[in-house]
């Protein structure tokens, strides 16, 4: 399986901006279906974006302030997040499963590698 290490995690002032990545090891990314999560303090994962054959995907709760998208020469992914809000602190992870997969996956049942992840911390 591939090994995930995110980064570009750190504090950040409300309206800012910033760029998650996450790099693969042993294995390319191209052959995996990719997302993004984050799990804010006491609360349980969520899905931030996803990436496959099929394209990006968002949840509509969160479209518009994060961009999905990946490199694979790089094999790496990113998250670019705008506009900031001190409700997006929380811890975020990159995952992956290696499936010829379309469409959204917004489960995280549904990845069955994780990064170690990276704590966002957005302050008001």
């Known amino acids: 399986q591939v090994q995930l290490v995110e980064s570009g995690g750190g504090s950040v002032q409300a309206g800012g901006s910033g760029r998650l990545s996450c790099v693969g090891f042993?294995?390319?990314?191209?052959?995996?279906?990719l997302a993004w999560f984050r799990q804010p303090p006491g609360k349980e994962r969520e899905v931030i974006a996803a990436?496959?054959?099929?394209?990006?995907y968002y949840p509509d709760s969160l479209k518009g302030r994060f961009t999905i998208s990946r490199e694979n020469a790089e094999n790496n992914l990113y998250l670019q997040m705008n506009s900031l809000k001190p409700e997006d602190t929380a811890m975020y992870y990159c995952a992956a499963i290696r499936l010829n997969c379309f469409g959204p996956r917004f489960r995280a049942r549904d990845y069955n590698v994780w990064g170690q992840g990276t704590q966002v911390t957005v302050s008001s």
């Open positions: 042993e294995y390319s990314i191209s052959e995996y279906c």
């Open positions: 990436i496959n054959n099929g394209g990006t």
